[in-house]
């Protein structure tokens, strides 16, 4: 069950301890009890869903006392989908490892919007032309994504079952569509 899972460590120091808090509370801010049911849901639906990790300007009390500092930036997670109107395009090495990550989708205003994650920087394309203002260097080091994908549905085995109690239930509505309300009458 997704909502038992927990985070266990082998806490050896005060220092991890204080890790540990924090990353939870980051956790908790995220409601990743909740988004991660919903990654799967998205999963099972579109048969790939990703998780971007991205910063924000927040409060610093909003974290463990012992984990403030000079920065104001909090981890937030958007969960992104083809059902959400998300294009994911991963692309991976002959190692497997995912070297770039794609995302294009259109904003409110129904601009062409693609975002290029690397491990060395994250470009914002506007309708193909690069804002500079939302691009630059990539200061995590790594690509922010969590990719997830299936090759098949879950009722990939029994599809040509259903479609076949689809096509008989169709062809019976048309049946009792024709023969509901005969012309003539023997």
């Known amino acids: 069950n997704v909502k038992n899972i927990k985070l266990l460590a082998q806490i050896e120091t005060e220092e991890e301890q204080r890790m540990l808090d924090f990353v939870n509370k980051i956790r908790e801010d995220n409601k990743l009890r909740y988004r991660e049911s919903q990654v799967a849901r998205k999963l099972l639906e579109d048969l790939q869903v990703a998780k971007l990790y991205y910063f924000e300007e927040g409060q610093v009390n909003s974290y463990p006392k012992q984990n403030r500092s000079a920065s104001k930036l909090r981890m937030r997670i958007r969960i992104l989908a083809p059902s959400l109107g998300d294009t994911l395009i991963p692309i991976f090495d002959s190692f497997g490892s995912m070297v ?43 690509i922010p994504i969590v990719y997830y994908s299936l090759n098949e549905t879950v009722w990939n085995d029994v599809q040509p079952m259903i479609e076949r109690l689809e096509n008989l239930i169709s062809n019976f509505a048309d049946t009792v569509d024709y023969n509901g309300a005969p012309i003539l009458v023997a």
Request: glycine share 4%.
């Open 100 to 142: 770039m990550f794609i995302r294009k989708y259109q904003d409110q205003d129904e601009n062409d919007i693609t975002e290029v994650f690397t491990s060395e920087y994250i470009n914002v394309y506007t309708n193909d032309e690069l804002d500079t203002e939302r691009s630059g260097a990539n200061l995590l080091g790594k």
